[in-house]
């Protein structure tokens, strides 16, 4: 499956749904964390993020 490029909400939904909690926001980036990561989960508020986010993300 390939991976394309989204907007913020979207990302937001997709982490929501796997179990990511917001923990605070920074400017223009909402910090997540999930139990069981190994560390936080950033999500800028652009337009469109790029794969190599939604990758490191992951």
């Known amino acids: 499956m390939k991976i394309k490029p989204t907007n ?3 990302q ?3 982490f929501e749904k796997y179990g990511c909690i917001f923990v605070r926001q920074k400017g223009d980036h909402l910090v997540f964390h999930h139990k069981n990561a190994r560390r936080t989960v950033v999500i800028p508020k652009y337009e469109e993020i790029p794969v190599t986010i939604i990758k ?3």
């Open 12 to 14: 937001v939904k997709i």
């Open 56 to 58: 490191n993300n992951m």
């Open 8 to 10: 913020w909400q979207t």
